[in-house]
């Protein structure tokens, strides 16, 4: 017989699979670093058109208003609501709120939703849908456990290489694998990133974890967000290719931060905006 208990968390399990699904889809954007940022932007994306009346239900439930444009600077300043779908997500914490499960079922966009139908599902369809999870959750360990720790080669000969090696390593790698050896030259114990000034650098996840007004900054290797830069910015930095941002910024305490992409300010958690000529004219000097 299965428990409510069974359900939901088979429930939770199949939000993560369809979470890595959508990685790849139309909303990665949102989705490879999962910030609490980048899910309200998401969240917004999800309700433009959305008239399901149990997802309408949800967003009321969850962040206290209804979805529409009299709320806009309501939701605005909801971003924390999403922190502990954000660290679900990365699997740092369970997420048990029911109203939380159910906005992270709509992000990532699981049917069938919110939990109650996913729950009076009949018996048969639900324990095809649990065995189902289960049986991609395995495969997707499997494939974590065959790819390789991330690892970088200094100066940038390579600066972050997963997955498997025989395939991925070039000749030019190799020859500098026998010049320097793959011991040395290779982090692979290195699994975490941690903010230096600008700019991550791996880590051993081993190490102690810092953390600093609630943000980690020793936090799991991301790809992308490994490639973040702080940047120094002056009035012949390109700020836009075309109507594309290239800079985004944080303001906090009246000091202002330039990044190279989207996403929260590593230092404060602050959110990253896209850069304006009004933000370029008050803050951005001459070179010198």
Known sequence: ?????????????????????????????????????????????????????????????????????????????????????????????????????????????????PFNKFANLNPHDLTEEIKKTNVTTSKQNELVKKDDKPIIIKDDIITALKGNLKQKVGIGSLVVLGLFGAKSMFFKEKECMEWKEDHYELVDCKGEHVEFASVKIIKPYNEIEFSRKELKVCDTTKFFNGDKPLVWYSKKNNEVQFFNIDGENPENGAELRKVSLHIIDKYVGNCE
Do not use: H
Request: net charge positive; aromatic share 12%.
């Open 1 to 113: 017989m299965i428990t409510i208990q069974d359900a939901l968390e088979a429930y939770k399990k199949a939000i993560k699979v369809k979470f890595e699904q959508e990685k790849t889809k139309e909303y990665s954007s949102f989705l490879l670093v999962p910030s609490r940022a980048q899910l309200r932007k998401l969240c917004r994306e999800r309700f433009k058109n959305n008239t399901n009346i149990d997802d309408l239900k949800c967003f009321e439930l969850f962040l206290g208003f209804e979805f529409n444009a009299g709320n806009k600077n309501k939701f605005q300043a909801s971003t924390d609501k999403f922190r502990p779908i954000e660290n679900f997500l990365k699997g740092e914490t369970d997420l048990v709120d029911k109203e939380g499960i159910n906005m992270a079922a709509i992000l990532v966009d699981f049917q069938p939703r």
